[in-house]
């Protein structure tokens, strides 16, 4: 060991005693910085991380390295000094292993000088050191493999410049094997051998926070590859060729020899075991969660998950499915084997194809893909199933992934929230399932199905209809027999004329038109009877087997009781409105996009609640927009809050209207709504609109004259009445924010919980608008940039933070507690009530009611989703996973909420001037160059104390 540490000492003075040290690190910190503030460009990123600074790392360090090594060799075989070294009592093992750890220092050195980034990155942010961690280990295991690399090669000649050559050469050509393009090109299962091989595609993996020990022993093995051929390579010099020393350079090769193919093979033998790991990322980000676990073990039967993923397939595409198949095996093995994982191609198997088609209605994707012979589409296929008993889902890759725009032009795809998804799915068919044969046992009476059809004039496209409706049936007619019968009705065999007019006064069914020209028409109708209900079903796409086996038994679920969790929405009627000249306008009252976003993890219906009562099985009950409601559906609210059900109100005083004359929008104030109800809770909702200085664009439209013609265009601009609420004003202590990065509030007002300020409320405000912002009355809310050219809004005196979101959790007092039920009638002539079951009032709610209230009515409506989606992009979905995480919490599902939360969400940046910006980037500068500076003369400071080292003083250490 002495002997390897007066070699590095000896390195280490050689490059502090000249310009060498100070041009490296110099370069690098140059290179370095300049790539993370101005290519990267940090500030205008927004993001607290760090990604930047290692992004350049895998092809910066080739050629900063490859300068330090070429000369650690050669310049020995040039000098002479070659020769010395050899005839020394120091092994080969030491002689390179000095300048190895020599090289590896001045390099650590480098890396710790830019420490001075992460630093400032969590001075301004929320910081996750897991990333920074993984980031710098791999820099210095990618550095370690580069370093042997060039010591090796340099070795090998006594040119420095061919050494610098050549080690640039083969480094590059190890980063190039594992990129992006190469990969590309290739495809399939190479591609995964390729990304396997390269260093950079390893290198993603460790900096990411993820330390995996294939990646470890990958860059270990290929470091530990390079040294020992750099020993062989000294070896060979202090022997002579002839015979008698072929049995010593014999010996010497089967070593280094066996430990290279030794090194090879533990590769190979690691490469499929994907699940031994470290996560270092806060929150544990891509390791499966707690509650990801607690959902595989409620599985009770064998959970198949098969991924159908195409081998030729598009090329932002084929870097994910490595990362699927890593993710599914680590299900596969926290379920102990109940879960039971498959990766197919179909386009190499037809009966998998066929399958996919028929059974679960998976089909190819048309992918339009450039390549070097210019531009393509290709069908392929990128499907998840998950299938449970009779449940099943299919996740597209359209649900999976998420795109981004980069400043280079292309694009980014990676993954939302893998975990998430995949879980969310899981848990809907666990739930969800309910075998068939139960099903159809619990209905009271038998179930028919009824299939109405002309077979002689059905259009070519739905020829096969007809045999998969009589399979499905005929496999739900063997599984219960006595509970479901099967009929098929030719229509055209019944000759009596009125026949068609019944069928259409009974169910609504009417001929449809073969073609646009065409005088005949068709029948292909499914009626469902239980009892006395009947249904018309609608199976979508081709009526193949897999989608009238899901149109029909979803309908058999609806006439019997399911496992998923119900949530009923109310929202107000969408009906037309009258315009100012007779025609009809839309009511702007279509709440679509929130429904289907919460039908993805529960069962969604829409209520009425005009008979005055909240259906038993609803589990959470969602008002959006209340307003013209009566007495009655009040009371129905109250009384399911009093039973302990748990409320989401999504309920301000103004809500968006049409304009009938200039066919923009307005707002009119809320007749019989919730607030008087909720303030008698103790949350009131002001009759003021809030505007904030921080706000999200909206599009109006402008005109513009050039040359004499008026344009009309459409122009974005600062819109105060559309709340931004960004970090500082989000609950971060609150589950129900934890993963949101923004969320928008439209014509917001200010909730006040004063009230409430007492031991049996747990009171917890999400959500507050700026300390900028304030409030007006009025509800004109055209901006007139001419008048107030800042906001086009007058801005108000009473500037401070309002809170626009809250939630309750605690015992409340009914509104209908001192008076009489709305349901109670009574008979004028015999005082009796006629309404029995109606009378009383529940005036009090369990101790832990849960209660969520935000203060705009319109932050859900599609019309409002559509604008903000036409603008800012993504930004609406921030919205709608809101909502997602509300009613997760209120039913107390922590299990989908924990895992959302825990995604990999972007930790926004502290807002910065300019002149703060310029500021942080330049004493980065300063703190790295001055680090530099001390770091050169504390050492020669140090080297001036000892007595000088010379090559031949080893001599005394051996």
């Not at 919205?879 to 969400?905: H, K, P, Y």
Request: proline content about 5%; overall charge negative; hydrophobic content about 45%.
């Amino acid at each position: 060991m002495k002997q390897i540490l007066t070699i590095t000492r000896k390195e280490l003075s050689g490059y502090f005693g000249s310009p060498m040290a100070l041009i490296f690190v110099g370069v690098f910190l140059t290179a370095t910085l300049f790539t993370f503030f101005w290519v990267d460009t940090f500030f205008s990123r927004g993001i607290a991380d760090v990604r930047p600074l290692f992004n350049w790392m895998p092809l910066l360090m080739i050629f900063l390295v490859a300068t330090l090594t070429m000369r650690q060799w050669s310049e020995e075989q040039k000098s002479g000094t070659m020769e010395i070294l050899l005839t020394l009592p120091v092994n080969s093992l030491n002689l390179v292993a000095g300048k190895f750890i020599g090289v590896m220092a001045l390099v650590c050195v480098a890396l710790g000088l830019t420490f001075f980034l992460p630093i400032t990155v969590w001075l301004l942010g929320d910081l996750d050191w897991g990333p920074v961690i993984g980031g710098y280990l791999a820099a210095v295991l990618l550095t370690s493999a580069y370093a042997a690399i060039g010591l090796y090669v340099s070795a090998r000649t006594d040119n420095q410049l061919v050494a610098l050559i050549m080690t640039v050469i083969v480094g590059s050509v190890f980063y190039i094997i594992g990129s992006r393009g190469l990969t590309d090109f290739f495809g399939g299962n190479i591609s995964d051998i390729l990304r396997a091989l390269g260093s950079g595609a390893r290198f993603e993996s460790i900096e990411r926070g993820v330390i995996d020990l294939r990646d470890l022993a990958y860059y270990l093995s290929l470091t530990g590859i390079f040294i020992a051929l750099n020993v062989l390579e000294l070896e060979r010099g202090r022997w002579s060729t002839g015979d008698n020393t072929l049995l010593i350079r014999v010996r010497h090769s089967l070593i280094v020899t066996m430990v290279v193919v030794n090194l090879v093979l533990l590769n190979v033998w690691l490469y499929p075991l994907r699940g031994i790991r470290v996560d270092l990322t806060e929150g544990n980000e891509y390791s499966l969660s707690d509650a990801t676990r607690d959902i595989l073990s409620a599985a009770r039967e064998p959970l198949l998950i098969r991924g159908y993923f195409s081998e030729k397939t598009h090329p932002m595409l084929a870097p994910l499915v490595p990362r699927i198949r890593d993710m599914l095996r680590e299900y596969e093995v926290a379920s102990d084997g109940n879960v039971i994982v498959e990766i197919v191609d179909p386009m190499q198997d037809p009966d998998k194809e066929a399958e996919a088609n028929q059974t679960y209605g998976i089909r190819p994707t048309p992918l339009q893909a450039a390549d070097r012979y210019g531009a393509s589409v290709v069908n392929a296929y990128f499907d998840i199933l998950i299938r449970y008993g009779d449940q099943h889902m299919v996740l597209n890759f359209q649900e999976l992934i998420e795109v981004e725009g980069n400043r280079a032009g292309q694009v980014d795809v990676r993954f939302r929230n893998l975990e998430y998804d995949l879980t969310r799915s899981i848990k809907k068919v666990i739930y969800g399932f309910q075998s068939v044969e139960s099903l159809l046992a619990s209905l009271d009476e038998s179930a028919r199905l009824t299939l109405y059809v002309t077979p002689n004039t059905l259009p070519d496209g739905l020829s096969g209809a007809i045999d998969a409706v009589r399979t499905v049936a005929g496999d739900l007619e063997s599984i219960s027999p006595g509970k479901f019968e099967f009929e098929l009705v030719d229509v055209e065999s019944n000759k009596d004329p009125q026949y068609r007019q019944k069928l259409y006064d009974q169910y609504g069914l009417q001929g449809i038109p073969v073609s646009f020209f065409s005088p005949d028409v068709y029948y292909l109708y499914m009626i469902v009877q239980v009892g006395d209900e009947a249904e018309l079903l609608y199976p979508s796409g081709d009526f193949s087997e897999a989608s009238v086996r899901t149109a029909l038994e979803a309908s058999l679920k609806r006439s019997s009781t399911g496992f998923l969790k119900v949530i009923g929405i109310w929202t107000p009627p969408d009906v037309t409105q009258q315009a100012g000249f007779g025609q009809q306008m839309p009511s702007l009252k279509q709440y679509n996009m929130v429904s289907q976003v919460l039908s993805e993890n529960y069962t969604v219906r829409n209520l009425g609640l005009t008979e005055g009562f909240v259906p038993a099985d609803i589990d959470l009950l969602v008002i959006i927009a209340p307003q013209d409601m009566s007495d009655v559906e009040i009371y129905a609210v109250d009384q399911y809050f009093m039973r302990g059900g748990p409320v989401v109100i999504s309920a301000g005083n103004f809500v968006m209207l049409p304009d009938p004359y200039t066919g923009g929008l307005g707002l009119k104030a809320v007749n019989n709504g919730l607030n008087d109800m909720l303030a008698s809770y103790g949350v009131n909702i002001s009759k003021t609109l809030i505007l904030d200085p921080q706000n999200e664009a909206f599009p109006v439209p402008v005109m513009r004259e050039i040359a004499g013609v008026q344009i009309r265009e459409i122009q974005a601009i600062d819109y105060p009445f559309f709340v931004d609420v960004r970090s500082d004003g989000m609950n971060g202590e609150s589950p129900i924010l934890s993963s949101l990065p923004a969320l928008t509030l439209n014509w917001a007002s200010p909730i006040d919980v004063g009230e409430l300020s007492d031991t049996k409320h747990d009171v917890t405000v999400l959500l507050q608008s700026s300390l900028e912002s304030w409030t007006s009355s009025d509800t004109n809310i055209q901006p007139n940039k001419d008048e107030y050219p800042e906001f086009g809004f007058p801005i108000g005196a009473d500037r401070k933070q309002h809170t626009i979101a809250v939630s309750v959790v605690g015992e409340f007092t009914s509104y209908y507690a001192d008076k009489q039920s709305p349901l109670e009638k009574i008979d004028d002539n015999t005082g009796e009530v006629i309404n029995p079951d109606a009378v009383g009032v529940l005036e009090s709610s369990a101790p832990d009611s849960r209660l969520v209230v935000i203060s705009s009515a319109e932050f859900l409506n599609d019309t409002v989703l559509e604008l903000s989606a036409s603008l800012s992009g993504e930004r609406y979905l921030n919205s709608l996973q809101f909502a997602q995480n509300v009613a997760d919490w209120s039913v107390e599902d922590q299990d989908l909420l924990s895992i959302r939360s825990g995604g990999m969400s972007a930790r926004p940046l502290a807002p910065l001037s300019e002149r703060q910006q310029v500021i942080w980037e330049t004493t980065n500068y300063v703190m790295a160059f001055l680090g530099l500076l001390w770091l050169s003369i504390a050492w020669r400071a140090r080297q001036k104390k000892e007595v000088p080292m010379q090559l031949l003083d080893l001599r005394d250490k051996g």
